[in-house]
């Protein structure tokens, strides 16, 4: 039976690229020379961002973000924590890198299949949608359904077999 898998993965390298280039531009900006900032990354999902002030703060992040969107790190799995901002005026915060598919996405995407009346199977497996039909036509409809359709995150189909 032809089936495929439903991912929301992103290239780990990718991320490791654009953290590197982006800590290369900080090295040229003239707007951050002289001043303390600096990009971490503790964890391969996780992106800290450490400046002076908020005011550098921001720029830090638009390089950051600019850079992950130059290699085709899709936005939507890129999650903004809320800037720390002590008295001192020292600001930090976080970038999470969303990977895989959480329960209730997962169940989002299931139920809004299972409303198009699809004539396909999903099962929830670890961190990905597994859909198995008869045709493989029905399955290329559902990929084009769920490429329309908007879940807030990255989708990608991976291992399609006949």
Known sequence: MPSFDIVSEIERMEIENAVNQARKELLTRFDFKGSHVLIEQPKPETIVLIAEDSKKLQGLREIMISKLAKRNVDLRNVE????????????????????????????????????????VQCTLQDRHVRVTGTKRDELQQVISYLKEKNFEIALGFKNFRD
Do not use: C, N, V, Y
Request: proline share 8%.
């Open 80 to 119: 903004q924590k809320t800037p720390d901002i002590s008295p001192l005026g020292h600001a930090r915060q976080e970038l999470l890198i969303k990977q895989g598919l959480d329960g209730p996405k997962a169940k989002e995407i299931t139920t809004a299949i299972k409303a198009e009346k699809f004539k």
